[in-house]
């Protein structure tokens, strides 16, 4: 199971941390993404990982601002976000592909997540 944390309301211009933290099973093999949704659009994937952590991946508006990050030991996925903006504010949910580690180390993909874990809420005041 996978359980995204760490939303929250937060000024424009600030920062939040998310976390994804799996239980039940190791994570080392996992390629995990953090996508979002907004009210009235589409999930979109805002940044991913894969299994190793040595590539990534993030959706424009998130590059320069967001870093996707992993500790497999604590079987955990960050997000940290800086430079918020309003239009960041979504629903963010995390999700793997669990077994694309055990033939590809270095997918970074958004494609092919298919374990979802709940979203947590991050708004994003002007």
């Known amino acids: 199971q996978l359980q995204a944390s760490g939303g929250g309301l937060v000024q424009a211009g600030g920062s939040l941390r998310l976390s994804c933290a799996a239980s039940?099973?190791?994570?080392?093999?996992?390629?995990i993404g953090w996508f979002r949704q907004a009210p009235g659009k589409e999930r979109e994937g805002v940044a991913c990982i894969s299994s190793s952590g040595s590539y990534t991946i993030y959706t424009e508006s998130a590059k320069g601002r967001f870093t996707i990050s992993r500790d497999n030991a604590k079987n955990t996925v960050y997000l940290q976000m800086n430079s918020l903006k309003p239009e960041d504010t979504a629903v963010y949910y995390c999700a793997a592909d669990p077994i694309r580690g055990y033939y590809s180390d270095y997918d970074a993909s958004c494609d092919g997540m298919n374990h979802w874990g709940k979203g947590t809420l991050v708004t994003v005041s002007s």
């Open positions: 039940g099973s190791t994570v080392d093999y996992y390629a």
